[in-house]
């Protein structure tokens, strides 16, 4: 084989490749992820809603996420949750004040930038969450009732792994 018909041969094996008959099995298995992971989404979803109903029947569960953002990475800014939950900045700003009226959030001028203000949790907000976190975990284990250790562990290992892109493995 000449140096070009090498080069032309490898230009083609490193193309993209279109999915052909060969790839209907894995084309398969990707929906069933697909359908899988759409399924887990709507069930977190509707966990999700109901520990928000136990947090504080007052409280929207849009809120309830931006609380548990908040509580995590505490103190931060409106603008912080608007980037990494891709809500919408006059969204949070009501969920932060449905939050602040009911005594769950407290908003303090950062110490560095007097403008700038930073949320952080109340101990009202604290205490309830532990109550809760509590009762959902309670949930979850009716999920995997019946579960290795292992088999929990390789779960867990298995989530983590989805959740994280592959250039930052």
Known sequence: MSPVDAEARGAVQDAPRLPGPDDEGREGLMAGVVDEIGSMMVEAKRTIAAAASRFDPDVPPTAFYVLRYVMKHQPCTAGDIVKAMAIDKSAVSRQVAVLREAGFVEVVPDAADGRVMMLGSTERAEVRMLEVRHE????FRSHVEGWTDDEL?????WL????????QR
Not at 136 to 139: D, E, I, S, T, Y
Not at 153 to 157: H, S
């Open 136 to 139: 959902n975990r309670a949930v």
């Open 153 to 157: 562990a390789e779960f867990a290992g």
């Open 160 to 167: 983590h792994r989805f959740n994280t892109p592959a250039g």
